[in-house]
């Protein structure tokens, strides 16, 4: 179509230019003698040419001015996007969630140019409540204390004259709402419902990160007394049912007379108190020992300490520099932590040793922590984790698997046991992802 009327135009003053000339040699000529005859040639020729060229340039007009509208809607989804991933940016640099939902009110009037931006959200009991506001004091309501619905129940009517709202939803059902408003008419464009929808969907994800946050903060709590549950009923309770058996063999032997098997039991029972003693000691301290902000090192070098008191064990910690320089999750920190502190306690409790090694290094990509003793070490090395049949290590691989960790268990040459335990580590954790100790 288009083709077809751009020929049209070409051909067309050629086909009518010819005309005239055409007319001007066979009939004019004789009806208005020369230069009469050229001057109408002109004159004619010249009106035709301003015709067409109006008609052309109106044309023209159109299209650049269509095109001039399209190349300013670009630019301003341009700008929006342009700012969108700055406030994308923004957002994800911040830690609390209230700070998040102030920063997407405060963009969402700032980049539809709104009076007032306020984010309502759902609250368990059906009602609705502002969690953020932006705009004049005297348009916001944060309680909600005026009639009607939503956006109307919290901003002043006269600030609230145009409105545009966008949802807030997870997985399919709305929990709360994004909406602008403007003391005047105004009419907003699908740039604007778009900018609103996407700012909504920002304050979105935060709301659910915060809320799976919470979750697993929820399971973590749960996982850690089921643990601390664990390892009490393999030390505390075991060792508390001994001495109430031995308490009985007690009674029953002074009750017949038997003094020196009575002396004896005692003896044995006090061994067991002091055992149980320790344990208790260990278990506080482990307790009151979480990771500072100097890291999983620092942790370690506060308890060998008063484990080496506590145990009348010689205790070494070697940490290479590599090693050091690691950067880790708090929540791995605090799962290696554990996992070390219950190797520890084991060497006290079962190995029968003098001296223990600590040592940390970066090996192959991967922080290895071991603690490697002189004891009686194993008969036979379990094969794989799963065959651990004590309770305490069986709680040490539960730990490794949450930090993403390998534990081995092994017979080292020259006798003794070593626990190893190894933290891959990510490009960026403060060493290269190839160290070597």
Not at 22 to 46: K, M, N, Q, R, T
Not at 116 to 138: K, M, T, W
Not at 264 to 291: C, K
Not at 325 to 351: D, G, M
Request: some cysteine; charged content about 20%; glycine content about 8%.
């Amino acid at each position: 179509m288009f083709g077809r009327l751009r020929w049209l135009t070409v051909l067309l003053p050629v086909l009518l230019v010819g005309a005239i000339e055409l007319v001007s040699d066979s009939v004019l000529d004789e009806v208005f003698p020369l230069p009469l005859d050229a001057l109408l040639v002109v004159v004619v020729v010249g009106i035709l040419a301003c015709a067409f060229s109006t008609i052309a340039f109106r044309r023209i007009d159109t299209l650049a001015g269509a095109l001039a509208s399209k190349n300013a809607e670009l630019e301003a989804r341009n700008a929006s996007a342009r700012a969108l991933h700055r406030v994308s940016v923004a957002i994800t640099a911040l830690a609390g969630l209230d700070e998040i939902l102030r920063a997407v009110v405060d963009q969402a009037r700032s980049l539809l140019g709104a009076d007032v931006a306020i984010l309502l959200l759902n609250e368990p009991d059906g009602s609705v409540a502002c969690r953020a506001a932006n705009g004049p004091a005297e348009a916001i309501h944060p309680a909600g204390n005026l009639a009607g619905e939503d956006i109307a129940r919290f901003v002043e009517p006269s600030y609230a004259v145009a409105r545009l709202a966008a949802p807030l939803q997870r997985g399919g059902t709305t929990i709360g709402l994004l909406a602008v408003s403007a003391a005047a008419e105004r009419n907003f464009g699908v740039d604007d419902v778009e900018t609103l929808a996407s700012l909504a969907s920002q304050a979105a994800v935060a709301l659910e990160n915060a809320r799976l946050q919470g979750r697993l903060r929820e399971l973590a709590v749960v996982a850690e007394r089921e643990r601390i549950g664990r390892e009490m009923h393999d030390g505390l309770a075991q060792v508390l049912g001994y001495v109430n058996t031995k308490s009985q063999a007690v009674e029953h032997l002074l009750a017949a007379g038997r003094v020196e098997e009575a002396q004896a039991q005692l003896d044995e029972l006090a061994d067991a108190a002091r055992s149980v003693y320790v344990d208790v000691r260990e278990a506080i301290l482990g307790l009151r020992s979480p990771i500072a902000a100097d890291g999983l090192v620092a942790a370690l070098e506060a308890y060998v300490g008063p484990y080496a008191t506590a145990s009348k064990l010689a205790v070494s910690l070697d940490v290479s520099p590599e090693a050091r320089r690691v950067e880790l999750s708090p929540e791995v920190e605090i799962q290696a932590f554990r996992v070390l502190q219950e190797a520890l306690t084991n060497v006290r409790k079962h190995s029968g040793a003098g001296r223990v090694d600590v040592r940390a290094a970066v090996r192959d990509g991967a922080l290895v922590l071991s603690v490697t003793d002189d004891g009686r070490g194993l008969e036979t090395p379990p094969a794989s984790p799963g065959d651990w049949p004590h309770y305490g290590l069986v709680a040490m691989r539960e730990r490794a698997e949450a930090a993403g960790a390998t534990l081995a268990l092994l017979g080292p040459p020259g006798g003794g046991t070593e626990v190893r335990l190894a933290l891959p580590l990510r490009p960026g954790a403060g060493v290269p992802a190839s160290g070597a100790a």
